[in-house]
Each structure stands twice: as C-alpha cells, then as structure tokens.
C-alpha cells in the first residue's frame, strides 16, 4: 500500500473522521488486521480559525505549505487536505510539494457524475458557498450549482463555526438544515453537497429528500483508493 499524508487539525473532529473512514476502507479491502500507512500533522486549528483577511489567508497558506513538506520529507507520496475551505490555498500548497494533493471538490465531482447528479446546492462555510475556488471546479464539470441565498449563507456559517466545528450539535441546528434542504428542493436543486467536513454530524445523508453528497466521506474514500491503488 502507498503512503498517504494527511494535513488535519481543521478541525480535530474531521480528522478523526478521515482517520476513521480511510482505516475502514482498507480494512475491508485488505483484511480485519490491516490499517492505512498514514502520515497525520495535526495543526492548531487556532490561526486557521474564520480567517477572512489576505494576510490571514496568506498566513494560511504558509502554515499548509510547510506541513507538506515536513509530510513529504517524512515519506507521504501524496497529500489530503482535511478541510474544505482550506482548499482555497490548495494552488500554492500544491506548489510548495512534488507530490500530488487530492482536492476535495474533484472528488465530489468525480461522484456526482458517476451518479449522474448534474444540477446541486453547496451546504458549507460561507467561503466555500460564495467563492470560486469550490465552485468552479464542479462548474467546469457541467454540474450547475444554485446560487448562494445570502440567508442560508449565514445560518450555516454559525452552525459550522459556532457548532460543528467544536463538536457540538444542536437539534434546533439539525432541523433548521432539513428545512434549508427542503426548501432547496423546492428552488430546483436535485442534490446537496456537504461542503463542510464537520456538516455530517448533523446532516444525515439517508434521512433527506435530496441525495447528499459527503465530500468528507467521498474526499476519505478517494484517499482510501489510492493508497490501494498499487494492490
């Protein structure tokens, strides 16, 4: 099996979720006493936190950069990034290393149109929703996205920040996103992607009228693969 390296922290719930689901693949694939070769760097979540300035995203992309490369010096053959809106920096993370870094949203991509979904709404932080750093790279494979709704926008980035993110999870939170589900049913989205690594703590993908796409689990899954890809 190949060599995976994981940059996590962002936070610590969602690494563990990888962590989890990636172990679990390859232990179906290869037996019950076999687990992933993983390299984890766990950074502090703290300076990665709401960042909203260019200098705050400038520091992020330092602190990312350096972590693949201590991961790549430490023997990774390819990088995960485990978090959605860090994805923003993913060109100049990429850069920093010779290895390649899975991106999130290519993954999803990958699994909507194997399940023929081509007309979504984004579920995620308020980054992820409004930018183009996500968004274009399912655009440019002909999945149309709805607009972000400036309330939706909002109610979702608390929940993700003051919640989820902590490894909380209210009910009032989890009804208020059924609602927001249902109703973006209502405005034509014929799928939902959960384009925030921590929104499946209250987003249950069976439990909805739409079909949810888990880009934690799928991004997890895609890692999961190409550690095994050498079978």
């Known amino acids: 099996m190949r060599k995976l390296g994981l940059i996590g922290g962002m936070s610590w719930v969602s690494t563990r979720g990888y962590y989890e689901d990636i172990n679990r693949i390859v232990q179906k694939a290869k037996g019950p006493t076999a687990s992933a070769p993983l390299l984890i760097e766990s950074l502090d979540f703290r300076p990665l936190y709401r960042l909203s300035t260019r200098e705050e995203w400038d520091r992020a992309a330092a602190i990312l950069s350096d972590s693949a490369k201590r991961l790549e010096a430490a023997g990774a053959e390819a990088l995960v990034i485990a978090a959605n809106s860090m994805h923003s920096v993913y060109d100049r993370v990429s850069e ?9 949203a290519d993954c999803v991509a990958d ?3 194997a ?3 081509d007309k979504a709404a984004i579920l995620g932080t308020r980054g992820v929703m409004v ?3 996500y968004r274009r790279r399912l655009v440019a494979r002909d999945i149309e996205l709805l607009p972000p709704e400036p309330e939706i926008v909002e109610a979702i980035d608390r929940i993700v920040y003051e ?3 902590l490894g909380k999870a209210k009910r009032s939170s989890e009804r208020e996103l059924r609602t927001i589900i249902t109703n973006l049913e209502k405005d034509g989205a014929e799928a939902i992607v959960l384009a925030c ?3 499946n703590l209250i987003v249950h993908t069976e439990a909805n009228v739409l079909p949810i796409f888990d880009g934690a689990e799928i991004h997890a899954e ?6 095994l890809a050498d079978d």
Do not use: C
């Not at 920093?96 to 999130?104: K, Q, R, T």
């Not at 895609?222 to 550690?227: P, Q, T």
């Open 163 to 165: 919640e989820v993110m």
């Open 96 to 104: 920093a290393v010779s290895i390649p870094i899975l991106h999130i």
């Open 197 to 199: 690594t921590e929104l």
């Open 111 to 113: 699994a909507m149109i």
């Open 222 to 227: 895609a890692a999961a693969r190409w550690i």
């Open 131 to 133: 930018e183009e750093f």
């Open 115 to 117: 399940d023929k979904a």
